[in-house]
T-cell receptor
């Protein structure tokens, strides 16, 4: 199972784009990259996932490098409500329930 | 309700007591999952139910932990003879289908404190 590496914390100014990096150098060809976030004292919230191609939804964009060894989650216009812990996860064999969760990145949006 | 509902939201118990945590998934979701989260850590998988199939119990840390899902809906996680190291937030999630790519919907969690 691929493990992921994320910086423990990041700051971003309100209104700017927040770019959260994730390394997953041992990811295998059939493993998806998922992103979730967890606002304080709440359950995790799904953001986005992808396999090879870049993905975009109403919350964020996911940029995956061509070699799939790393990815970046982009929040295009960060707000104070985006302050949370962001988890990057690689899923084994298309079975996402045993997602291996690391400690994530604590993103603090500053006014 | 519209989301995954868990109860109790907080539980304080004494070492050696048994506790039951309840999860009510989103209606129509066939897959249900239990996770544990210790302070400042990521989630630790515990158990997974998919429809009428035998559950995947591979994440349960000891035989003091068990879970059941009645009628393919509500689930109860039981911890017998609780220990202080069991203190954590227990999170339940559900999804339309298990074993496939998809979004997990999480509840707010049950915070367990064992004194």
């Amino acid at each position: 199972d691929a493990k992921t590496t994320q910086p423990p914390s990041m700051d971003c100014a309100e209104g700017r784009a927040a770019n959260l990096p994730c390394n997953h150098s041992t990811i295998s060809g059939n493993e998806y990259v998922y992103w979730y976030r967890q606002i304080h004292s709440q359950g995790p919230q799904y953001i986005i996932h992808g396999l090879k191609n870049n993905e975009t939804n109403e919350m964020a964009s996911l940029i995956i490098t061509e070699d799939r060894k790393s990815s970046t989650l982009i929040l295009p216009h960060a707000t104070l409500r985006d302050t949370a812990v962001y988890y990057c996860i690689a899923s084994p064999d298309r079975s996402n329930y045993q997602l291996i969760w690391g400690a994530g990145t604590k993103l603090i949006i500053k006014p | 309700g519209a989301g995954v509902s868990q109860s109790p939201s907080n539980k304080v118990t004494e070492k050696g007591k048994d506790v039951e945590l309840r999860c009510d998934p989103i209606s129509g979701h066939t897959a249900l999952y239990w996770y544990r989260q210790s302070l400042g850590q990521g989630l630790e998988f515990l158990i997974y139910f998919q429809g009428n199939s035998a559950p995947d119990k591979s994440g349960l840390p000891s035989d003091r932990f068990s879970a059941e899902r009645t009628g393919g809906s509500v689930s109860t996680l039981t911890i017998q003879r609780t220990q202080q190291e069991d203190s954590a937030v227990y999170l339940c999630a559900s999804s339309f289908s298990g074993g496939a790519v998809g979004e997990l919907f999480f509840g707010e969690g049950s915070r367990l404190t064992v004194l």
